[in-house]
């Protein structure tokens, strides 16, 4: 079975920009969660998706948003980049909502110059 | 805020060692996970303890939990230089806004 897949792998882009990221689960997985990790926070919880709703969020600004398509395959948006913004973004797979397990990515390195 | 926090920052140990990492957590927990990650790529899950037990094993791994201590140790023993990596504990509290908690890690070295 295939992994969890994020695209892009790299992606540099400049203040004010906007940028999306996609994840594709595990087959068969139906909830996505999104995670950001920087050197000085650590990795952070930005939401999860369950069947095309959000079902948690964490503690980020509105810039930050996400959707989930009927495919299970989930996209997250940051608008209006800021330097702050350059980190490493995880998505993780798991069978259901809440489920302990998580299935990880490779993640999107995402740099904001 | 951090949920987890690891101790030590960083940990370098010869082949064949132990490496014993910690983790101390501040709120009730569902269960508590621990996953590694291979320098900036994605995290890969080892083991996940549930808040009623006390102590589990995987192949090299031991992990135990001590939730009157709000703690948790994860033991390698006979480590290998493929080892190397960061070690993080994980914490949930279950119900409906499930999310896992991340603690900020311990750096293992593993020198061959």
């Known amino acids: 079975k295939a992994g969890v897949t994020q695209t892009p792998r790299y992606l540099i882009k400049t203040r004010g920009q906007q940028v999306t990221l996609s994840c594709s689960p595990i087959?068969?997985?139906?909830?996505v969660s999104w995670y950001q990790q920087t050197p000085g926070q650590g990795l952070q919880f930005l939401f999860e998706?369950?069947?095309?709703?959000?079902?948690n969020k964490g503690n980020f600004p509105g810039r930050f948003s996400g959707r989930q398509f009927s495919n299970s395959r989930s996209e997250m948006n940051v608008s209006t980049l800021e330097l702050g913004d350059s980190a490493l973004y995880l998505c993780?797979?798991?069978?259901?909502?809440?489920?302990?397990?998580?299935?990880f990515g490779a993640g999107t390195r995402l740099s904001v110059l | 805020s951090q949920q987890g926090e690891e101790d030590p920052q960083a940990l370098s140990i010869q082949e064949g060692e132990n490496a014993t990492m910690n983790c101390s957590y501040k709120?009730?927990?569902?269960?508590l996970q621990w996953y590694r990650q291979n320098s900036g790529r994605g995290l890969v899950h080892l083991i996940l303890?549930?808040?009623?037990?006390r102590e589990k094993h995987s192949g090299r791994l031991r992990v135990t939990l001590d939730t009157s201590k709000k703690s948790s140790s994860l033991l390698i023993t006979a480590s290998r230089a493929a080892d190397t990596a960061s070690y993080f504990c994980?914490?949930?509290?279950?119900?409906?806004?499930?999310?896992?908690?991340f603690g900020k890690g311990t750096l293992l070295t593993v020198n061959p």
């Open positions: 709120t009730s927990i569902n269960n």
């Open positions: 993780a797979s798991s069978l259901e909502a809440g489920k302990n397990i998580q299935y």
């Open positions: 998706y369950f069947s095309e709703t959000q079902r």
């Open positions: 303890i549930r808040s009623n037990e």
């Open positions: 087959s068969g997985h139906r909830s």
């Open positions: 994980a914490t949930d509290i279950g119900g409906s806004n499930y999310k896992l908690t």
